[in-house]
């Protein structure tokens, strides 16, 4: 099935330092690796096909980048991945320091959603480091649409990735031209009372927020969402809460 690896290798074989290539929920991809679990927005992918006179002709040809990654601080680079539960469209893979430690974090896998929902053992020092090649800039909203800049308490937070590079122009037969640019956005639904901190982290440019830092309020969960534009973001996140428990 799409995520049986993840009953039969730690990380599910989706370390990408180990040449796994993760799992494929649609539309979002996700992997486990030492420096967390990687949520990514993959758009259109790349796909490779022939036409009627059987020259291959290439899709936007999407260039490889880790959208976002999210750990707990609690969670070490060596932890361990078990499957708990699991359905034919929905699974749950606890985190561990160690075979027989306590879940640091839970992370629920269901085909088809936009959502990856997220349950931690602290609600302290939870940290979302967003990708610093292939894009322009970082922007932070909130549901109404208004920008943060620095530190933020609410149950909410937008991000805009600035022309992210999602792939090339690519015309027949084999041929790929220059680079497509969009904005890519993500909702991140978290607990009432929560504080969000923006952070450098490891981009070039020192202005660069590329980090969100994040205490979890009234409860101990998060939800990653993909979205098209901001304008969809009170739908998703009115929804955003609803963990999936089989399916």
């Known amino acids: 099935g799409w995520w049986t690896t993840l009953s039969t290798r730690n990380y ?43 020259n291959p002709t ?4 999407t260039p490889f980048y880790q959208d976002l990654i999210l750990k707990n601080a609690s969670m070490t680079s060596s932890y361990i991945s078990k499957v708990i539960d699991y359905s034919d469209n929905n699974v ?26 997220t349950e931690f053992k602290n609600k302290d020092n939870i940290t979302l480091n967003v990708c610093n090649a292939g894009v322009n800039s970082y922007q932070y909203l909130d549901l ?21 590079h999602v792939g090339y122009i690519t015309s027949m037969p084999n041929i790929v031209g220059g680079a497509i640019y969009e904005d890519r956005y993500f909702l991140i639904n978290a607990p009432t009372g929560t504080l969000f901190t923006l952070a450098h ?17 009234s409860g101990n969960y998060l939800s ?17 809460y609803a963990f999936m428990a089989k399916s």
């Open 224 to 240: 990653v969402c993909a979205l098209q534009n901001p304008s969809e973001a009170s739908f998703y996140h009115q929804n955003g």
């Open 58 to 61: 290439f899709a936007t040809f």
């Open 12 to 54: 599910g074989g989706g370390n990408y330092n180990g040449g796994g290539n993760g799992i494929y929920l649609n539309p979002l991809r996700s992997a486990l690796g030492n420096n967390g679990v990687e949520i990514t927005n993959v758009g259109k992918g790349f796909t490779q096909y022939w036409n009627a006179t059987g």
């Open 201 to 217: 982290n490891s981009h070039p440019d020192s202005i660069m927020m590329d980090q969100i830092n994040m205490t979890l309020g």
């Open 92 to 117: 749950k893979v606890a985190l561990r320091n160690s075979s027989v430690g306590e879940d640091e974090m839970v992370v629920t896998y269901t085909q088809g959603s936009p959502y990856v929902f």
């Open 144 to 164: 109404n649409g208004n920008v943060i800049t620095s530190a933020y308490t609410g149950d909410a937070i937008i991000l805009r990735m600035v022309q992210r």
